[in-house]
């Protein structure tokens, strides 16, 4: 019988890494997809709805692969196929959003090295990545709450993106950097909050601790949330410094910090 179950468990795994595997090729479409869209300029065709189709038709595609798989499991192990399908695509969009953040760091915020906080901030993402990919396989959630989590990590990544293709040309510092900013964005998300990338940061982890359902989750994502918002002062501070200080002073006066009218 142990024999049996270990070889029943060895199989749901070997079936999972088929799984993401034929979904590699769909979100290295997707990716491209959003690289391209961002590169895109104001006088193309292309605008921001067209973002929401890219996400949806590819999310069905990885759904679709994820199905093509788990369609052939029966009987007993029918509600447990449905939530292996949740947490393979929460760990794919998680490990898509979170390569999407790592790539900003390199090729589109401007630093000349991390700072003591940046490098707090990496720790911690990557710590958190390995803890909540654990949680999300190793516990059992419910589907509607993981389903939730999972919706708001797509909205999330979606939020990114958006950010980036309006910041292409503001040369934007990294988090923490000891250098004053010198440039000020008003369009796009920035004009209903004052910080769009930590509003997408925190609604992604926010997401995933929805979708894990866990008392360490939440109190993890209470550490980003102090890092984040503590950042964003740190930020707000530096704009005093610099000849865009009145300016600036009006654009808090209309928005909200990361949550439109709340926060």
Not at 1 to 19: D, E, H, V
Not at 96 to 103: H, R
Not at 130 to 140: G, S
Not at 175 to 180: E, G, H, I, K, L
Request: positive net charge.
């Amino acid at each position: 019988m142990q024999q049996y179950n270990c070889w029943r468990g060895s199989t749901r795994i070997g079936r999972a890494l088929q799984i993401v595997k034929r979904s590699n090729l769909v979100c290295r479409n997707f990716s491209t997809g959003l690289f391209h869209w961002c590169n895109l300029h104001e006088s193309d065709q292309y605008h921001v709805a067209t973002l929401p189709n890219i996400l949806v038709n590819y999310g069905f595609s990885i759904a679709s692969e994820c199905n093509k798989f788990t369609d052939a499991w029966a009987g007993s192990e029918h509600s447990g196929r449905k939530l292996m399908n949740l947490d393979i695509l929460v760990t794919i969009v998680a490990i898509g959003t979170i390569g999407s953040y790592l790539w900003s760091v390199k090729y589109h915020f401007e630093s000349s090295m991390l700072e003591v906080g940046a490098k707090f901030i990496s720790v911690m993402v990557i710590s958190c990545s390995i803890i909540f990919t654990a949680m999300t396989w190793l516990y059992e959630q419910t589907p509607y709450v993981q389903i939730t989590g999972l919706v708001l990590q797509c909205l999330a990544l979606a939020l990114f993106w958006i950010t980036i293709r309006e910041t292409r040309e503001a040369k934007l510092l990294a988090v923490f950097t000891a250098q004053n900013p010198g440039s000020l964005v008003t369009t796009g998300p920035y004009k209903y909050v004052r910080h769009p990338f930590y509003s997408s940061y925190l609604l992604f982890w926010l997401g995933w601790t929805i979708a894990t359902e866990t008392v360490v989750s939440m109190l993890l994502f209470a550490i980003m949330f102090v890092t984040y918002w503590r950042a964003a002062s740190q930020e707000e501070d530096k704009f005093e410094n610099t000849p865009m200080a009145e300016q600036y002073a009006q654009f808090k006066r209309g928005r909200t910090r990361f949550i439109p009218y709340l926060l």
